[in-house]
């Protein structure tokens, strides 16, 4: 039996598929951003992500306790996708020869900071050796109603939160040698799960959401495979930050496109019935302090449409297996 799972296109998710398929049986609902099980008062949410040196950061570029709060938020981000309140992380550190107990210690520290900041705590986890730094997040969290990847429906309207391009432009400064600006730095360095603004978006009867781990360009075809509808996306009205507009500017690329092939900016990108309007995006800036910006809407179809200056383009996000 083939298993078929709604997860957009890119090699990696090629190989979810190909997980999926010899697992049968044995795999469950795979390729969403939380395991969701049964609980008493709702569902348990799951998730792990994995931060890996080399992959998903350098040590030259961040201090052991960033790299503990990184790999910390975006595991946490699973659970602001889901509209689901943190419990607790495990966490599973594989240390190097190079390792020492003083930088464990601080990797600890950070993912300390980032599960309190939640609202959850360390649970447990695991240490091991390894060839290198890698840090392996486990979240749970509840939720009384879970948001899921389905569930947007022709009609609706799709909003993201926050800004986006900043931790990009700090990965490029590193990669041309370079210090990146601060803002760029905070952003890369100590990314802040949505956790709030993904509770009252649910409670504002948001129908489906995920976070931009890897670009509105690269996340956006899963909610649409995921919903079995179409997106159309304008590019141009994407929230840039503005310290990556400075980066596109000074490198001759467009400021949107940018922005919407950047990773890792653990924004929300979310459907919303089209009774929601601006006035309502203006009362939860308010309540919470991110902004949210109409991006595009829901149509009947398939897969996404990016419109860049009214014309039709074709955007790559980030990819972990690209050659």
Known sequence: MTHHLPLGPGREFDRIRAIAAALGPAASSLGGDCALIPDVDG??????????????F???WL?????????????????????????????????????????????????????TAAGGTVLGGDLSRGAAWCIAVTVLGRAARPLTRAGAVPGDRVW???????????????????????DA????????????????????????????????????????????????????????????????????VDTARFAAEAGEDYELLVALPPLFAERDAVELTHACGVPLTLIGDVRAGAGVTFLLHGCEVALSGFDHFRA
């Open 160 to 182: 993201v939160t926050g800004s986006l391009g900043a931790a990009r432009t700090a990965l490029v400064h590193w990669q041309r040698g370079e210090p990146p600006p601060a």
């Open 63 to 115: 201090s052991s306790e960033e790299i503990g709060w990184r790999a910390t938020a975006s595991a946490l981000s699973d659970l602001a996708a889901t509209a689901a309140t943190p419990v607790g992380v495990l966490t599973a550190v594989t240390i190097p020869a190079d390792g020492s107990d003083d930088d464990l210690v601080a990797v600890m520290r950070g993912v300390g900071d980032a599960a």
């Open 58 to 60: 350098r040590r030259p």
């Open 185 to 252: 730095r905070q952003a890369f360095a100590r990314p802040e799960p949505r956790i709030a603004v993904g509770a009252k978006l649910a409670a504002l009867g948001a129908h489906a959401m995920l976070d931009l781990s890897d670009g509105v360009a690269g996340d956006a075809p899963h909610l649409a495979a995921a919903s079995g509808v179409a997106l159309s996306i304008e590019v141009d009205r994407l929230p840039v930050a503005p310290v990556a507009l400075a980066e596109a500017q000074r490198t001759g």
């Open 43 to 56: 569902f348990l949410a799951v998730s792990t992500d994995v931060s890996v040196e080399g992959v998903h």
